[in-house]
């Protein structure tokens, strides 16, 4: 399989993934440059996201690898950023991810591939798209975390309007899902 442009950003968005882990395990308040780096390495992971959709899209590279990699890469991107940024113990207090927070995130897409996964397996295949409401939660996903960062002064009311879409998005999947579900056994 060659790949194209599209899918070698996505690749090159995953292979960012231990950069960013490092950088933000690694950090302490008298290491700031290590939070400055993650700041730069998930802006980076994000232009990446941007850049593979617009050429897939405007250069006719969609393929079904890429229709695999691009949200594999996102998923494992923001999962990894909302654990570790968790687990940081060296952020300032305001600054914190609660667990609760963390378990929507992750409970969110866990739901969304097992769904796709056993569509998947009734159906023989799998022509789900990313709905309104789950690209502005992933673009959301991704604010909170460079507002986090950043050290945002509004970090808390971003947060909470993530979690608020993050659920809305999750029951909107699960509400399609259910439909595609049951076309499925009605043939």
């Given amino acids: 399989m060659i790949l194209n442009l599209a899918n070698k950003l996505s690749i090159f968005r995953i292979l960012l993934i231990p950069l960013f882990l490092a950088s933000v395990m690694y950090y302490t308040p008298d290491k700031d440059y290590l939070r400055l780096l993650a700041i730069g390495i998930f ?41 570790c940024l968790s687990f940081v113990k060296s952020l300032p207090a305001q600054f914190k991810l609660a667990p609760w927070v963390v378990i929507i995130v992750i409970s969110r897409d866990a739901i969304i591939v097992l ?22 939660t992933t673009f959301l996903q991704m604010v909170t975390v460079l507002a986090l960062l950043s050290q945002l002064k509004g970090f808390s009311y971003i ?29």
């Avoid at 769904?115 to 502005?136: D, Q, R």
Wanted: proline share 2%.
């Fill in 43 to 83: 802006f980076l992971a994000i232009l990446s996201d941007i850049l593979d959709g617009y050429i897939a899209r405007t250069r006719g590279l969609r393929s079904k690898a890429g229709a695999f990699l691009d949200p594999l890469a996102d998923k494992l991107l923001l999962i990894t950023a909302y654990l």
């Fill in 115 to 136: 769904g796709s996964a056993i569509i998947c397996m009734v159906e023989g295949k799998l022509n789900i798209s990313p709905t309104i409401l789950g690209k502005i």
């Fill in 159 to 187: 947060m909470h309007t993530m979690v608020f879409f993050t659920v809305l998005s999750g029951l909107d999947y699960i509400r399609i899902g259910s439909r595609l579900f049951n076309e499925a056994g009605a043939h």
